[in-house]
């Protein structure tokens, strides 16, 4: 029983670094074989040439910033039967989220020279704030085995295996040594959702949080242990407020510390 | 006590002789077991921790470190002597070499006439346990009641553990998270294995007391340098373990624990430890008894291919209880309480023993520090007070 038809697949890319895209470029293992499976119709990261849509599923790379986007996603939410987001900035408003905690006009008066050629709204949001999403990918940047796992959960109508449970039981699946316990070192495993693989505490490094909250973040403990560890509460606001400052348990956990 | 049904370790009157081992010949130990085709698993240093890798010669062993537990704490610290098992048990259980954290139960291919199934299950591999502590040992035959000695028989596990030889060592100190001597799980190698080791270390000498527990453990023994212990070198062996089983660093009181958690399902310890408890899973994945897994199914982009495989879960996901409609155990609070009532209470009536063996695992490698025989006791005596104060009020 094969496929009648390959379906379209788009990219697109909103506020973002295209780290997410890039992912996909980067399955040198599997590209051939997504290739095959389906017509790759919008990617302009990879090729100018465009097929018209609708688009059986799109991917959307990057958070939305300018009032020009908040527009254009709904065009792109319109031309998708599917919508998935990939990584933290089209997840969780990304690194640049860090804006809606301060004045974004104070900025754009530091960093540009002429600061009226600038139209940028003064937040950053998830697209799930301005169209519907079907799934999110989590990560900055996300896996390419969890992209893959995704579109061929998609192209074989089921639900991708992305586990939301913590970081920890990837470590220990691993084998790795916990290094908060056996050696002090801050980490956000405990809160931060699964699907790096436990890379950083691999090679003995605190987790960054990359992939966002887990699902039930319990990071009010996780700080007071923290705090046993001589994390300063600067210290703390800074660790919650990476890639996925603007997901609410981790900037409601930032907020609480810098009252 | 756990029987054995599955494996016949026997100690019987004619080859239960104490030997004594040079503490440079154990190589010799380890030489006779890989040259029976063993691949030698045993603690070595790694990351900081002691760990259960593939050792090779004496020299792989963690000589002169020990460790140091609080809860939420592991620390290696060097210790003034050469010993090779002095510490005690760390990150890792032996569970992960018989009941695997991720194995493929089989694949799919698609062909004419809809799907080929295969089952690629690889030979188990031929492995030496060096360095199992008594709890450990009761772990494993915790597991054996769960996987093999049941209706359903787990043939992987049952395979690996066949296959296993182990040699146990008799702990000559505890830690500071264990209470083996609470759930009388140690801290002395009782049965259940191949060879049991009792390291000595005084001023002018550095020896094993060895004994056989099977019949491959004499035949092991046989091709290693050995002598016969004497009395004073059998005495010296009780007395260390004596010592160990003085020295526990945590207690937990066992008595009608199965009716104190039943009785108590509504206490409110549960949310304060709600409070504290990040959901992270390590203590799952750290216990030695904990066995629950899941299964993954995948394709590939084609959909001509698809996998099924299973993986260690723990009762502190969501999905662990999704049934149809949604999670059963959404609270925190539900899932704490499941899991330290099944390992202390409902494991007694599923399986005729506690699922605790009091190795420290869960309390050590918490990173909030959550102890389970201080939240134990939290609830004893809460409720002792509770009764008091009725007994207080029907008396007034």
């Not at chain 1, 090729?47 to 609708?54: D, I, L, T």
């Not at chain 1, 890379?199 to 966002?212: D, E, K, S, T």
Request: charged share 25%; aromatic share 8%.
């Amino acid at each position: 029983m094969k496929r009648k038809e390959t379906p379209k697949l788009a990219l697109w890319k909103f506020a973002s670094c295209d780290g997410c895209q890039l992912s996909l470029l980067d399955c040198e293992d599997e590209l051939l074989a997504v290739a095959g499976a389906v017509q790759i119709s919008h990617f302009l990261e990879a090729s100018r040439a465009v097929v018209k849509g609708p688009y059986d599923l799109s991917l959307v790379e990057g958070s939305i910033t300018t009032a020009h986007d908040a527009e254009r996603i709904h065009q792109v939410r319109r031309a998708s039967k599917r919508l998935v987001t990939i990584g933290a900035c089209a997840t969780a408003g990304g690194i640049q989220a860090l804006r809606n905690f301060k004045d974004v006009r104070e900025f754009i008066k530091i960093v540009y020279a002429t600061p009226e050629y600038i139209s940028a709204l003064e937040t950053s949001t998830p697209i799930s704030a301005h169209v519907k999403v079907d799934f999110e990918l989590r990560g900055c940047p996300i896996s390419k085995s969890q992209l893959i796992e995704t579109i061929s959960a998609f192209l074989n109508n089921r639900k991708p295996v992305t586990p939301p449970h913590s970081v920890c039981l990837e470590c220990k699946l691993r084998g790795n040594v916990c290094v908060m316990v056996a050696h002090g070192v801050p980490c956000l495993g405990p809160v931060t959702h699964a699907g790096c693989g436990a890379l950083c505490p691999a090679y003995n490094r605190g987790c960054f949080g990359c992939f966002g909250p887990q699902e039930t973040p319990n990071t009010t403990s996780l700080s007071d242990q923290l705090s046993r560890l001589n994390v300063q509460r600067d210290e703390l606001v800074r660790m919650y407020r990476g890639f996925n400052a603007g997901a609410k348990p981790f900037r409601r956990e930032s907020e609480k510390n810098e009252e | 006590m756990v029987t054995f049904i599955y494996f016949n370790y026997m100690i019987t009157e004619n080859n239960n002789s104490f030997l004594r081992i040079e503490r440079e010949d154990l190589q010799g130990l380890i030489e006779a077991l890989a040259e029976s085709g063993y691949r030698v698993i045993g603690p070595t240093v790694r990351d900081g921790a002691i760990v259960y890798d593939e050792v090779e010669k004496l020299d792989d062993l963690p000589a002169g470190w020990t460790d140091e537990q609080q809860p939420g704490s592991y620390r290696l610290k060097r210790r003034d002597d050469r010993a090779l098992f002095g510490f005690n048990v760390g990150p890792h259980s032996w569970k992960k070499f018989l009941h695997p954290p991720n194995l493929r139960l089989f694949q799919a291919k698609r062909n004419d006439k809809g799907f080929e199934i295969s089952n690629d299950n690889q030979p188990a591999p031929d492995l030496v346990f060096l360095g199992v502590r008594a709890c450990e040992l009761h772990a494993i035959a915790i597991q054996d009641k769960v996987f093999i000695n049941g209706p359903y028989v787990d043939s992987v596990y049952g395979e690996r553990r066949e296959k296993a030889f182990v040699v146990a060592v008799n702990c000559g100190q505890a830690g500071g998270t264990c209470f083996c001597t609470s759930m009388k799980t140690g801290p002395r190698a009782e049965s259940g294995f191949d060879i049991a080791l009792t390291e000595v270390i005084e001023t002018d000498q550095h020896y094993f007391v060895a004994e056989a527990g099977s019949e491959r453990g004499v035949e092991i023994l046989e091709k290693t340098r050995t002598r016969k212990a004497d009395e004073s070198e059998k005495k010296k062996a009780v007395e260390i373990v004596e010592f160990a089983a003085s020295r526990m660093g945590r207690n937990l009181d066992t008595t009608g624990i199965k009716e104190l958690l039943y009785r108590n399902h509504d206490h409110p310890r549960w949310e304060d430890v709600a409070s504290r408890c990040l959901t992270c899973a390590n203590c799952t994945m750290a216990c030695p008894t904990c066995f629950c897994t899941t299964v993954e199914d995948t394709t590939d982009l084609t959909g001509d291919h698809a996998e099924r495989w299973r993986r260690w879960d723990s009762c502190f996901t969501t999905d662990f209880s999704y049934i149809h409609g949604g999670s059963m155990r959404v609270s925190v609070k539900s899932r704490y309480r499941q899991w330290m009532t099944h390992k202390l209470a409902a494991w007694i009536d599923q399986f005729g023993t506690s699922g605790c063996v009091g190795c420290g695992r869960c309390i050590t490698w918490c990173p909030a520090g959550i102890d389970i025989t201080e939240e134990a006791a939290a609830i004893r005596k809460n409720e002792l007070q509770r009764e008091n104060k009725e007994q207080q009020d029907g008396n007034a």
